[in-house]
Structure formats: C-alpha cells, structure tokens
C-alpha cells in the first residue's frame, strides 16, 4: 500500500519534472520513500508544487469552481502545511538533508543543475510559509468575500506561496533568484489589487521598481559568486568561501552586491520605502508577503549563504563593523521612529516591519544566526497575528485609521485579546515570543562587543514597546470615534487569529534558555557560541520593553503626559515634522530620480531622437535624393536613356495595381534606389572579374 | 540522406515564394481562395521546418545539416548552398512559425486599402527571403535573400500602412539598403581575397586581410548588420516603420526581420573576421548598452503605444548585441536565446496593439485612458502577460537572454576589457530597471484604472478565434522557454562553441 503510493507520487513528480533523471532517480529511491530516516524530506517537491497545480486550476476554472474556486489553494496549502508539519518533526528529530537534483542543462560551457535542497532551515521555513499561507487562505474566506477579483486574488496567493517555497528550497542561487522574482511579481499583482484606485496601482509599481533595483544588484552578487566558484549551486559556493577558496577581494563583492538585493526586498534602509506603500493592497495579503514571508526572502538570503558573508565580512565577536550590521541598526531605529507618528494602523504594523527587519538584519551583521533565524520565525507568528487582527479591525470600522477607530475591546474581543498577546510579543514582554528571540540578538550583540548595536537595539525595543502601546491604546481603549457599529469577525477570520495567539505565546520557549530546542534543530554549523545566559542584557531588555510600555500607557491610555508639545516645542515640531514627511525620503526618490527619469530625461532622449539623430539621417536622405536624381537624369539622358523610365514606370504599375497612394515622386526615388544598388553591384563583379 | 531530406531544406525556404506565385494566379475576387492558398503554404513550409527540426541530429549541431551545395552563377563562382546548423535552426523555426500565425491573424485582419490577395502574396514572398537568409551558406545567395525582403516589405508598409507610410516605407527601404550596400562591398573584399562566396569556406580559412584592410571590411559588415538590428544611432528607421506598419508587418518585422543583422554578425562577421571582431567588439559593446538605455528613456516619451513598443524593441536588441560582442559561448547563447524570445514577445505585443488599434480605433495611450482590464479583461491580461514577459520575468522567455548577456559581459573572451564590459554589465543592469518602469507605467495607464466614459457605451469585443489560434502558440512557447530554457540552448550551444573557438577561453 505505502509502495503503491510511494511510487504512485514518484511516479506523479517524474511527470512533473519531464526529466528523465529525475524518474530514474525516484524509481531507484520509490521502495525507500516515506520509511527512510528522511522520508517525507522527499516528498518537499510536493509542497513547492501543490501551490503552482492550486494557481493554475484557479486560474483556469476558477470561477466555476465550488468557492469560487478558494478550494484550490485551500487544499493545496492544507496539504502542504500537514507535509511540512510532518517534515519539521522530521528534521527535529535529527533526519539528514535530503538533496533532489532536478536536471542540468548547459550554457555555454558551464553546467547549470536545478533542484532542491531540504535541511532544517529550508524546513522550518516551509513550516512557517505553509502555516500563514493557510491560516491567511482560511481568514480571506471571509475577509476578500465581497471583494472584487475574489478568484483571482486567490489564484495569485497561490502562485504567491508555491514561488516562495521555490526560492527557499533551491539548491542553487539561480532557481533561487527566479523565485524571488516570482514573489516579486505576486507582490506586485495583490499591492495593486484594488486596480480601479491610482494610487494603488502606483503602490504596486512603487514596490516591484524599487525591489527591483535591489534585484539586480543581487544579480550582480550572483554573477560575482558564480565566476569565482564556477557554478551557481550553494553548498558549493558557500564550501569554497569557507575554505578560503575565493580570493577575499571577490567575495567581499559578491557578498554585497547580493546584500543590495536584501536591501531591496527586505526593505533595508534607504530602500524601505516600498514596504508602507504595500499596505494599498488587501489587509491578508500584508500579513502573509508583507509582514511574515516574501520581505523576509534577504533574510533568508545571506543566512542560507552565510559562509558567503561571514568569511567575506570576518563576521564574529570582534568583527569590524561592516554594511550588514550598519544598514541593519539604521533601518530599525528610523522605522521604529517612523511608526511612531503613523495614524494608518497598517502603516503603524508596516514600519514596525521594517524595523523588525532591521533587527534581523543587524542580528546577522553581528554574526548571531541563530538568533536572528529564530527571530524571523517568531515575528512571522505575531506579527502575521497583528495584521490579521488589523484586518479584523478595519473590516468592522471600514477604515485603516486609527483616529476612526478607538473603544474596540468590547465590541470584539477576540480581535482584542489575540492583538493585545501580539503586541505583547512584538513588545518583548517576557516569556511571549518576542521576548526571547529579541534578547537573543541584544545579548549577542552585547556579548561580542557590538555596543553601537546594542545600544540602538535596546532604543528600539523601547520604541517598539511604546508604538504598539500607542496602537492598543487607540484602537481598542477610549471611546468609539468611527461611524456604525462594529462588530466581531466572523469565525473564519478569529479561529487564525487565535491559534497565532497560541504560537505567539509558546514559540518563543522552543529556544527557551536550557531546551536550546531551536538553536539545536537549527543550527549553522559555524557559529560563534556564546554563553547561554547573561543576565546584564535580558535585564536591560526588559527594562526598555517596559520603559515604553509606561511611556506608552502614560501618553496615550492614562493621558497624563502634557498636551500641545509639539506646538510649543520647537525640536518637537521639526522631529513630527521631519517624521511625518518620512526623512523626505520619498521626496528625493521622486522628486530626484522619477520624475526627472519620467519626464524630463525622457523628453531629452526623444527630442536628441528625433531632431539630431534623425536629423541626420533625413538630411542624408535628401541630399543623397538630390544628387542621386541628378545623377539618374544625367545617366537616364546621356547613358540609359528610358531604361530608368521604364523602370520608374513599372514600379508606378505595380504600386498602383495595389492602390495609387503614392506620388509619383516616391517611386522613382525607389527606382532610383533600386537602379543604384544595381549598378553598384555590376560595377563591383565587373571589376572582380 | 533520403530525398525528402535533401529537398525538405529547399522546400521550406521556398514554398512560400511557390505560395506567391500561385496565389497571383488566383482570380482576383476569389478572395477566400488566396488566403487558403497562402494558409497551405505556410503550413507545408512549417510541416518541412518540423520536419526538419525532427530528423535534426541535436548531438552535432555544430555541423551543417540538409545540406545542398550546387553551382548556381558560375561565372562568379556563387553557389546555391543551403544548410542548417544549430544556429540557424531556431530562427528558421521561428521565421515558419510566426510568417504561419500572421496568415491566421490576417484572416479578418486585413487593413485598408484590403486586397488580402496581393497583401498575402508579399507576406509569402517575404517568408522566403527571411526564411533564405537565415540558411544561406554563400554570400551572394545571403545577400539575394537579403534583399529579397527589403521590397515586399517596403511594399506593406508604403500600401496597408498608417498616414505616414510613405515615409517610413522609403526610410527603412533606403537605410537598409544603404548599409546593404557597405555590407555587398565586404563580401566582395573577402571574395577577392580569399577567391570564394563561401561561408563555410571563409569561416575555416579566414581571408588573409592585412589588419587595418580587415577593420574596414569588419566595418562594411557591421554598417549593414548594424542598421537591420537596429543598433543605436542607426535605430531611427524603426519607429517610424513600425508605427506606420500593418500590424502582420510589424509583427513580422520585429519578430524576424531584425534579427537577420544579429544573425549576421554570429554567422558571418565574427567567424570570418575574428582579429577585427575582437577590435569592433568594444565598441559594439558600448553601442548596445547606449542603446539599451536611450531607448528606455525614449519609452518614457512616447505617446503612442505602438511607437512605445517599437523603441523597447531597440533596447531589447541591445541585449542581443551585448552579448554578440562578449564574443563568449554564454554571450552568443544568450544572443540567440535573445532573437527567439524578443521574437516570441515583442511579435505578441505587436499583434496585441494591432488588435487594441483595431478596437479602439486609436494607439495613443492618453486616449485609451485606462481600465482595459475592464473593457477587454482577456485582451488586457494578455497583454500584462506579454509585458512582464519582455521585461524580463524569470520563468518567462525574456529572461534568459537577459540574464546570460549580462552574465557574459562579466567574463567576456580572452583579449577584451574586463573592466569595459563589466561597466557595460552595471549599464545593461541599470536598463532593466528602466525597462520594467516603462512597461508598468504603460499598464497602468492602459489596462489600469476605470474606464474612460467615451469608451463606455462603445461595443467591443474581446479576443476572437482567429486571434486564440494565432497567440496561443506564441504565449505557450514563451512560458515554455522560460520554464525550460534548454529546448533553445540544447541546440544553439554546439554551433556556438564552433563560433567562438577563435576567441579563446
């Protein structure tokens, strides 16, 4: 029964391939599938496909599907997420990497191979893709149903979550970047999906440009590192980095320029301006792309090639500051200020992202992988929590600002409880998930003597834990400010909601000092390992956590802070100032580069097009008619005499067989033309001969 | 060899010009007739291209395949020699292919002033001369063949054009025959140097020029190859054509027409002419990324969706030509995988603008004004595809030429600058990003939005049968070379070693 079905899905994936090595592969291997010590490891594939089969079945039948045809993605992404879960027990408990070759193919004498490659890392992110994939699938049910475009939204969710999972389970860094631009495309198609609205459009346009600039800085990295180790494939490339096999210069390179592709996509500081703008899209769709998967692909991204980064950057305690941890530290705190003085609730969980992001970042930059690993994983849980229950919000007070909202908490408890444990998480509050994954990256900082990290890290903390005071407060505390009445979600949107409350509150203990269960499931094999406690750093960590709470609940629940500061004070007024223009960030961008490339280089190119280039060529074009039809009538009069006529003639028959549109004018410029190139031609082979 | 692989080469570039002859002869108001006619010739010339591309021996693609090798002009000792490689394979393919589809298309498509039977007749006639080029192995016959384009398609743009197709038929008919012209003058100084018309001769035993007598006559090729490609400052011809072209024109003028230069350089310019390749090859280099950017910026300017199109295929070229002048196995790889993409892609977005044209009764994208998603959802879907497609979306065709011509020019052959084309490689990046800023902002200026209220109340259909029949193979072939790259460089790669053996590394 197991063989049947074990070489039935062989047999399945074969054909999915169309690569004859890959039958012969699992034809081999179909007696070992799913009772080896990696066997569903093998079946990962399954996971990567599922969503591509759900996209193009909604697609195409969609709309006369039961659904409307949601089924689809439903059921491929509850499947994906049962053969993840049972692969995560799997790598937990000690299976080996399991590596599929797909096929090679050639390109100009070097050997390009696809295919992919399951280790823990690749699974635990399988895990979280297929978790939140599924729970958004479920929560849109409800939430885009009397949306617009409601297949199609879903066809792309689906085209969305397998491309993600084909960026993470490439073997190589060519598979990989296709992936990533895949994602890169959904994202564009969901920000944009309210299509009708400019502004959305714009949104969409905003981020697939501006990740796109970090895309091909990536691609650059990608080249680099391909040049230097001879093939695309990672194991390979980040063996010979390790080992001292690329010259320092090269990989220094090759590591930064990929680094500007992280900039990109996980919007890094100075690029992160993408990321707010995304909110134009459906309230799920940020949960899932942008908040808890596709912006975490740079993440990703230097720490599957951390030998890359670490040999090229002498990542480690002491390591010099490098552009990693640099970009890293700025991104969290100016987004952190950022989401401070945002009225958008979406726009408050979007910066806060970007900051988040940045914390990773800068974990990584510090050399601390596992941490920073173990902070996506937790993030994607609460913070996926939080822009659900955003959504739930704006979906009961039909509107994303918090200025209409306000007074929440009992009209819709659910949403309330599962935001407050979110917020909490997000805050540090100990023993919620947050809590640990951020004091692992504070004390490792702390430890190697990362001060500057450190130091901005804690501020951040502080800032996270007030900002978010700040967003309870208004949305669910005081009185009602919006219009109607609103009203708890309904199940399909608060049943994720709470089991990511439930993750939220026990993921964290996975790595819980002692169990070290993560940091052992998990690992990168070239560490640093620090001490596993420092009781310096957690406290410090929770006093800044708690130091924003308070100033949060001062200012914004007790209201005991003074009022019209910003009005008397002046630093005030210009930090609120410069705070709510985004650094004037967005100004530059457009003002500086998009406009001018619009409009202006734009008009310069065209006219240079038409009036010097063409100039040229017309003015060539009437001379040389000038002095070919004297030299036609010339040779027509003293040499040929009528053959040129007849010529002219024939060619005036047959245009005006066709249809008399042409001045005669213009045909004898062709008879010209065509008589001229003739001559040309006798002369030459009379002169040969 | 069997004799229907003797004659299968001869019968596919030469049917269609049977096609012609026939469809002249069909009374003049029998106009089903002509299109049926020009349908089975079409048809048999692609059946004899499949056939082809079936008994092709892909593990030695490098050697010349359905070969014929006879005398055809003694006196000048110029031979009919006809032969596919790898090289020429996918092109003649795409050539059969798309020449096919247009005549579908054609079938409730004809522009003013109509005739479908003289306007067909020139299609087949312009079938045989791409179709010739791509598999002349003799100078004098590839420069027949040539030519043999120029007229039909002057005659398509000049009659079935738009209001200022008497210009742009005489400019594209002129500029190429201009650069025909330098182009005839070099073969002639190989054939006086080296005593033959053949390439395959003057391939193995280049023509003893002194060094600065081979940069000249590098020079007369590339003005002629130069100026079809188009390769930036000789582009300006092609706007103008394409915006006044019929759309089966343009479709056939960007999708095979242009790549008759790029063809021309890999099959002749460099195997003939390696020293002065490896001395243009900078310069060229530095022309396509020009071009690649220039172009991009006159995409931002245009007004007309057709125009727009028609520049981006400028920049597109340059990708090409990127990659020709890395003078690398990857480069000329890409290059090839380049002409049958932006063959597939940009042939799609010409026919896509003829149908909007068509329903619309205008190009201008202000006029349009959004919200064809709407209007027309599959026509506009279509058209988002094929737009991501040509800026270059991995999993889709445009990707892989792009991607390998920027790979090449990080590591381009022994003796060129590392540093020159590394800079080309930024440069080529740069475009990119401008390719997909102008492409998005098209869309949401055309597809996007709500519909404008002039367009409202008018009736307009959405893609009909003739137009399914005529896309589906180009979109299905776009999603498959990109999907599986290899069904291109599986064939090209072989040949391309033969090229770039004189280069090194």
Not at chain 1, 131 to 159: N, Q, W
């Given at each position: 029964?197991?063989?049947?079905?074990?070489?039935?899905?062989?047999?399945?994936?074969s054909?999915?391939?169309?690569?004859?090595?890959?039958a012969?592969?699992?034809?081999?291997?179909?007696?070992?599938?799913?009772?080896?010590?990696?066997?569903?490891?093998?079946?990962?594939?399954?996971?990567?496909?599922l969503?591509?089969?759900?996209?193009?079945?909604?697609?195409?039948?969609?709309?006369?599907?039961?659904?409307?045809?949601a089924?689809?993605g439903v059921?491929?992404?509850?499947a994906g997420?049962?053969?993840?879960?049972a692969?995560?027990?799997?790598?937990?408990?000690?299976?080996a990497?399991?590596?599929?070759?797909?096929y090679?193919?050639?390109?100009?004498?070097?050997?390009?191979?696809?295919?992919?490659?399951?280790?823990?890392?690749?699974?635990?992110?399988?895990?979280?893709?297929?978790?939140?994939?599924?729970?958004?699938?479920?929560?849109?049910?409800?939430?885009?149903?009397?949306?617009?475009?409601?297949?199609?939204?879903?066809?792309?969710?689906?085209?969305?979550?397998?491309?993600?999972?084909?960026?993470?389970?490439?073997?190589?860094?060519?598979?990989?970047?296709?992936?990533?631009?895949?994602?890169?495309?959904?994202?564009?198609?969901?920000i944009?999906h309210?299509?009708?609205?400019?502004?959305?459009?714009?949104?969409?346009?905003?981020?697939?440009?501006?990740?796109?600039?970090g895309?091909?800085?990536?691609?650059?990295?990608?080249?680099?590192?391909?040049?230097?180790?001879?093939?695309?494939?990672?194991?390979?490339?980040?063996?010979?980095?390790?080992?001292?096999?690329?010259k320092?210069?090269?990989?220094?390179?090759?590591?930064?320029?990929?680094f500007?592709?992280?900039?990109?996509?996980?919007?890094?500081?100075?690029?992160?301006?993408?990321?707010?703008?995304?909110?134009?899209?459906?309230?799920?769709?940020?949960?899932?792309?942008?908040?808890?998967?596709?912006?975490?692909?740079?993440?990703?991204?230097?720490?599957?090639?951390?030998?890359?980064?670490?040999?090229?950057?002498?990542?480690?305690?002491?390591?010099?500051?490098?552009?990693?941890?640099?970009i890293?530290t700025?991104?969290?705190l100016?987004?952190?200020?950022?989401?401070?003085?945002?009225?958008?609730?979406?726009?408050?969980?979007?910066?806060?992202?970007?900051?988040?992001?940045?914390?990773?970042?800068?974990?990584?930059?510090?050399g601390?992988?596992?941490?920073?690993?173990?902070?996506?994983?937790?993030?994607?849980?609460?913070?996926?929590?939080?822009?659900?229950?955003?959504?739930s919000?704006?979906?009961?007070?039909?509107?994303?600002?918090?200025?209409?909202?306000?007074?929440?908490?009992?009209?819709?408890?659910?949403?309330?409880?599962?935001?407050?444990?979110?917020?909490?998480?997000?805050?540090?509050?100990?023993?919620?998930?947050?809590?640990?994954?951020?004091?692992?990256i504070?004390?490792?900082?702390?430890?190697?003597?990362?001060?500057?990290?450190f130091?901005?890290?804690?501020?951040?903390?502080?800032?996270?834990?007030?900002?978010m005071t700040?967003?309870?407060?208004?949305?669910?505390?005081?009185?009602?400010?919006?219009?109607?009445?609103?009203?708890?979600?309904?199940?399909?949107?608060?049943?994720?909601?709470?089991?990511?409350?439930v993750?939220?509150?026990?993921?964290?203990?996975?790595?819980?000092?002692?169990?070290?269960?993560?940091?052992?499931?998990?690992?990168?094999?070239?560490?640093?390992?620090?001490?596993?406690?420092?009781?310096?750093?957690?406290?410090?960590?929770?006093?800044?956590?708690?130091?924003?709470?308070?100033?949060?609940?001062?200012?914004?629940?007790?209201?005991?802070?003074?009022?019209?500061?910003?009005?008397?004070?002046?630093?005030?007024r210009?930090?609120?100032?410069?705070?709510?223009?985004?650094?004037?960030?967005?100004?530059?961008?457009?003002?500086?580069?998009?406009?001018?490339?619009?409009?202006?280089?734009?008009?310069?190119?065209?006219?240079?097009?038409?009036?010097?280039?063409?100039?040229?060529?017309?003015?060539v074009?009437?001379?040389?008619?000038?002095?070919?039809?004297?030299?036609?009538?010339?040779?027509?009069?003293?040499?040929?005499?009528?053959?040129?006529?007849?010529?002219a003639?024939?060619?005036?028959?047959?245009?005006?067989?066709?249809?008399?549109?042409?001045?005669?004018?213009?045909?004898?410029y062709?008879?010209?033309?065509?008589?001229?190139?003739?001559?040309?031609?006798?002369?030459?082979?009379?002169?040969?001969? | 060899?069997?004799?229907?692989?003797?004659?299968?080469?001869?019968?596919?570039?030469?049917?269609?010009?049977?096609?012609?002859?026939?469809?002249?002869?069909?009374?003049?108001?029998?106009e089903?007739?002509?299109?049926?006619?020009?349908?089975?010739?079409?048809?048999?010339?692609l059946?004899?291209?499949?056939?082809?591309?079936?008994?092709?021996?892909?593990?030695?693609?490098?050697?010349?395949?359905?070969e014929?090798?006879?005398?055809?002009?003694?006196?000048?000792?110029?031979r009919?020699?006809?032969?596919?490689?790898g090289?020429?394979?996918?092109?003649?393919?795409?050539?059969?292919?798309?020449?096919?589809?247009?005549?579908?298309?054609?079938?409730?498509?004809?522009?003013?002033?109509?005739?479908?039977?003289?306007?067909?007749?020139?299609?087949?006639?312009?079938?045989?001369?791409?179709?010739?080029?791509?598999?002349?192995?003799?100078?004098?016959?590839?420069?027949?063949?040539?030519?043999?384009?120029?007229?039909?398609?002057?005659?398509?743009?000049?009659?079935?054009?738009?209001?200022?197709?008497?210009?742009?038929?005489?400019?594209?008919?002129?500029y190429?025959?201009?650069?025909?012209?330098?182009?005839?003058?070099?073969?002639?100084a190989?054939?006086?140097?080296?005593?033959?018309?053949?390439?395959?001769e003057?391939?193995?035993?280049?023509?003893?020029?002194?060094?600065?007598?081979?940069?000249?006559?590098?020079?007369g090729?590339?003005?002629?190859?130069?100026?079809?490609?188009?390769m930036?400052?000789?582009?300006?011809?092609?706007?103008?054509?394409?915006?006044?072209?019929?759309?089966?024109?343009?479709?056939?003028?960007?999708?095979v027409?242009?790549?008759?230069?790029?063809?021309?350089?890999?099959?002749?310019?460099?195997?003939?002419?390696?020293?002065?390749?490896?001395?243009?090859?900078?310069?060229?280099?530095?022309?396509?990324?020009?071009?690649?950017?220039?172009?991009?910026?006159?995409?931002?300017?245009?007004?007309?969706?057709?125009?727009?199109?028609?520049?981006?295929s400028?920049g597109?070229?340059?990708?090409?030509?990127?990659?020709?002048?890395?003078?690398?196995?990857?480069?000329?790889n890409?290059?090839?995988?380049?002409?049958?993409?932006?063959?597939?892609?940009?042939?799609?977005?010409?026919?896509?603008?003829?149908?909007?044209?068509?329903?619309?009764?205008?190009?201008?994208?202000?006029?349009?004004?959004?919200?064809?998603?709407?209007?027309?959802?599959?026509?506009?879907?279509?058209l988002?595809?094929?737009?991501?497609?040509?800026?270059?979306?991995?999993?889709?065709?445009?990707?892989?030429?792009?991607?390998?011509s920027?790979?090449?020019a990080?590591?381009?052959?022994?003796?060129?600058?590392?540093?020159?084309?590394?800079?080309?490689?930024?440069?080529?990046?740069?475009?990119?990003?401008?390719?997909?800023?102008?492409?998005?902002?098209?869309?949401?200026r055309?597809?996007?939005?709500?519909?404008?209220?002039?367009?409202?109340?008018?009736?307009?259909?959405?893609?009909?049968?003739?137009?399914?029949?005529?896309?589906?193979?180009?979109?299905?072939?776009?999603?498959?070379?990109?999907?599986?790259?290899?069904?291109?460089l599986?064939?090209?790669?072989?040949?391309?070693?033969g090229?770039?053996?004189?280069?090194?590394?």
């Amino acid at each position: 029964m197991v063989g049947a079905l074990a070489s039935s899905v062989s047999v399945a994936s074969s054909a999915l391939l169309g690569a004859a090595e890959a039958a012969a592969e699992h034809g081999e291997h179909a007696a070992a599938v799913l009772n080896g010590p990696n066997s569903t490891l093998k079946l990962g594939w399954l996971v990567v496909a599922l969503p591509f089969v759900g996209w193009l079945l909604t697609l195409f039948f969609g709309k006369r599907s039961p659904m409307r045809g949601a089924i689809y993605g439903v059921t491929a992404l509850g499947a994906g997420l049962l053969i993840s879960i049972a692969m995560f027990f799997q790598v937990a408990g000690g299976a080996a990497p399991y590596h599929q070759k797909f096929y090679t193919f050639d390109i100009g004498g070097y050997e390009v191979s696809t295919g992919f490659s399951f280790d823990s890392f690749t699974v635990m992110m399988f895990a979280v893709v297929t978790l939140i994939s599924f729970l958004v699938h479920i929560y849109s049910l409800a939430y885009m149903k009397d949306e617009v475009r409601f297949t199609f939204f879903y066809a792309t969710l689906s085209l969305f979550t397998g491309s993600m999972l084909l960026m993470v389970a490439s073997d190589n860094l060519l598979q990989m970047f296709v992936g990533w631009e895949l994602v890169g495309v959904c994202s564009y198609l969901l920000i944009g999906h309210y299509w009708e609205e400019k502004p959305n459009s714009s949104a969409a346009i905003k981020a697939f440009i501006t990740t796109r600039i970090g895309d091909v800085g990536m691609m650059f990295g990608i080249f680099v590192l391909f040049f230097a180790a001879g093939t695309f494939d990672i194991g390979g490339i980040n063996g010979l980095a390790a080992s001292g096999g690329i010259k320092h210069g090269i990989l220094l390179a090759g590591a930064t320029l990929l680094f500007i592709g992280v900039i990109g996509k996980s919007a890094q500081f100075p690029l992160h301006v993408w990321l707010p703008d995304a909110m134009a899209g459906p309230t799920p769709v940020s949960a899932l792309i942008h908040a808890a998967t596709m912006v975490v692909a740079g993440i990703y991204l230097v720490a599957r090639n951390f030998d890359v980064f670490r040999t090229a950057f002498a990542l480690g305690p002491g390591g010099p500051a490098n552009v990693v941890m640099i970009i890293g530290t700025i991104t969290m705190l100016i987004a952190a200020l950022l989401a401070m003085v945002q009225d958008d609730i979406k726009k408050v969980l979007a910066y806060s992202t970007v900051s988040q992001l940045g914390y990773m970042v800068a974990a990584l930059g510090v050399g601390a992988w596992t941490a920073a690993v173990f902070h996506l994983f937790t993030h994607a849980m609460f913070k996926a929590l939080l822009f659900l229950g955003s959504g739930s919000v704006i979906h009961a007070v039909h509107s994303n600002n918090m200025s209409d909202m306000g007074g929440l908490r009992k009209e819709m408890p659910v949403t309330f409880w599962t935001f407050l444990i979110g917020s909490a998480a997000l805050a540090g509050v100990p023993g919620l998930a947050g809590f640990f994954s951020k004091d692992e990256i504070l004390h490792f900082a702390f430890h190697n003597h990362y001060y500057a990290v450190f130091g901005v890290g804690l501020l951040t903390a502080a800032l996270t834990a007030l900002y978010m005071t700040r967003c309870v407060s208004l949305t669910f505390f005081g009185e009602f400010r919006g219009h109607g009445h609103p009203h708890e979600s309904p199940r399909l949107m608060t049943v994720p909601l709470v089991v990511l409350a439930v993750l939220s509150v026990t993921v964290g203990s996975l790595n819980f000092w002692g169990m070290k269960g993560f940091g052992v499931w998990i690992a990168y094999a070239g560490e640093q390992h620090v001490a596993e406690f420092d009781v310096v750093a957690m406290l410090a960590g929770t006093a800044a956590g708690a130091i924003g709470i308070l100033l949060g609940l001062w200012i914004y629940y007790w209201k005991k802070a003074p009022q019209g500061l910003l009005d008397r004070v002046a630093p005030f007024r210009w930090a609120h100032t410069l705070l709510m223009n985004k650094y004037y960030l967005d100004d530059l961008y457009i003002k500086g580069i998009v406009r001018p490339v619009q409009y202006s280089l734009s008009k310069v190119a065209y006219w240079i097009n038409q009036k010097i280039i063409d100039g040229v060529v017309n003015g060539v074009g009437v001379m040389t008619r000038k002095a070919l039809a004297e030299a036609t009538y010339w040779l027509d009069q003293t040499v040929v005499d009528g053959f040129v006529n007849d010529v002219a003639n024939e060619a005036g028959e047959a245009g005006g067989a066709l249809r008399r549109i042409q001045t005669g004018k213009a045909q004898q410029y062709v008879a010209v033309a065509v008589v001229a190139t003739a001559v040309l031609v006798i002369a030459v082979v009379w002169a040969v001969r | 060899m069997s004799a229907i692989e003797t004659w299968a080469l001869t019968l596919a570039v030469f049917l269609p010009a049977a096609g012609t002859l026939a469809i002249l002869l069909v009374p003049k108001k029998q106009e089903s007739a002509a299109k049926v006619t020009a349908l089975i010739a079409t048809g048999l010339a692609l059946l004899a291209g499949i056939f082809i591309a079936l008994r092709f021996d892909y593990s030695n693609s490098s050697s010349l395949q359905f070969e014929t090798n006879v005398p055809w002009i003694s006196a000048i000792g110029a031979r009919y020699h006809i032969a596919l490689d790898g090289i020429s394979l996918p092109l003649v393919l795409l050539s059969l292919l798309v020449t096919f589809l247009c005549v579908i298309y054609s079938w409730k498509h004809f522009p003013e002033p109509h005739n479908p039977r003289v306007f067909l007749a020139l299609v087949l006639l312009l079938e045989t001369g791409m179709t010739g080029t791509f598999v002349a192995f003799d100078l004098i016959l590839f420069f027949v063949f040539w030519e043999l384009v120029l007229l039909p398609m002057y005659f398509l743009i000049g009659v079935w054009g738009g209001p200022n197709r008497e210009y742009a038929a005489i400019k594209f008919f002129l500029y190429t025959l201009f650069g025909s012209a330098f182009m005839l003058i070099a073969f002639l100084a190989m054939y006086w140097k080296a005593g033959t018309f053949d390439i395959v001769e003057l391939s193995l035993n280049n023509p003893g020029f002194a060094k600065s007598t081979a940069l000249l006559v590098f020079g007369g090729l590339f003005l002629g190859f130069a100026i079809k490609v188009p390769m930036f400052p000789f582009h300006t011809w092609l706007p103008d054509a394409h915006t006044e072209a019929p759309t089966v024109g343009s479709v056939l003028l960007a999708a095979v027409l242009l790549k008759m230069g790029t063809y021309g350089f890999v099959r002749i310019a460099l195997p003939v002419l390696p020293e002065a390749a490896r001395s243009w090859a900078p310069w060229i280099g530095l022309l396509a990324v020009i071009g690649i950017i220039y172009a991009s910026l006159c995409c931002f300017a245009q007004k007309d969706l057709k125009r727009l199109i028609a520049f981006s295929s400028v920049g597109h070229m340059g990708f090409v030509m990127l990659g020709i002048a890395t003078l690398t196995p990857v480069g000329i790889n890409a290059a090839i995988f380049g002409m049958v993409a932006h063959g597939l892609i940009t042939g799609m977005l010409f026919f896509l603008t003829g149908s909007i044209h068509e329903r619309y009764h205008t190009r201008e994208i202000a006029e349009l004004g959004g919200g064809m998603l709407k209007k027309l959802p599959i026509l506009a879907s279509l058209l988002a595809f094929i737009s991501f497609a040509s800026l270059g979306l991995p999993a889709l065709a445009g990707f892989p030429g792009e991607f390998m011509s920027m790979l090449s020019a990080y590591n381009p052959a022994p003796g060129l600058s590392t540093g020159t084309f590394r800079t080309f490689m930024v440069v080529a990046g740069v475009g990119t990003v401008l390719v997909a800023g102008y492409f998005l902002w098209m869309l949401q200026r055309v597809n996007l939005g709500t519909v404008p209220e002039r367009w409202e109340s008018t009736e307009m259909h959405d893609v009909n049968g003739y137009e399914y029949a005529a896309w589906i193979p180009l979109i299905l072939l776009t999603f498959i070379c990109g999907v599986y790259p290899q069904i291109i460089l599986g064939v090209t790669d072989g040949a391309v070693r033969g090229v770039t053996a004189a280069f090194g590394g």
